[in-house]
């Protein structure tokens, strides 16, 4: 798999857990004291920018990742104090922002995968490409 369609699924994973924590805060907006949540994407672009960088010399370091690490997303609370819910730090406008912005980058990377599988097939079947 090349290495551009693995930092697509990545991006298509990390999209999917962002989804999820947006309709956490969402449901949430009403619950007192709740501290709204992110998900952080620099472990996964750091495996993905890893596994594009080439060694060409032998003296060169080779770059070690742990895969089962890597896999992993980081949750983060937020910690602000301002209550704009008045409940809770929960800001509907920037939730509905966020998961615009999170559908878009969903939907890009699932059409050049798409794109890139779709390829792929008529080149199996001897269509080639174009």
Request: with cysteine; hydrophobic share 30%; glycine share 6%.
């Amino acid at each position: 798999m090349p290495s551009s369609i693995k930092l697509l699924t990545n991006l298509l994973d990390y999209c999917t857990e962002k989804n999820k924590v947006i309709a956490k805060n969402i449901a949430n907006i009403g619950t007192e004291n709740y501290r709204r949540q992110d998900v952080v994407f620099k472990d996964i672009l750091q495996e993905s920018t890893g596994s594009l960088l080439k060694k060409t010399n032998e003296k060169h370091l080779d770059i070690q990742i742990d895969p089962e690490e890597s896999k992993k997303f980081e949750y983060i609370e937020d910690k602000t104090e301002e209550m704009d819910s008045g409940i809770n730090n929960v800001n509907i406008e920037r939730e509905m922002s966020e998961l615009a912005e999170n559908t878009l980058r969903f939907k890009f990377a699932s059409r050049k995968v798409g794109d890139y599988y779709k390829t792929l097939q008529k080149v199996i079947k001897g269509g080639g490409v174009g």
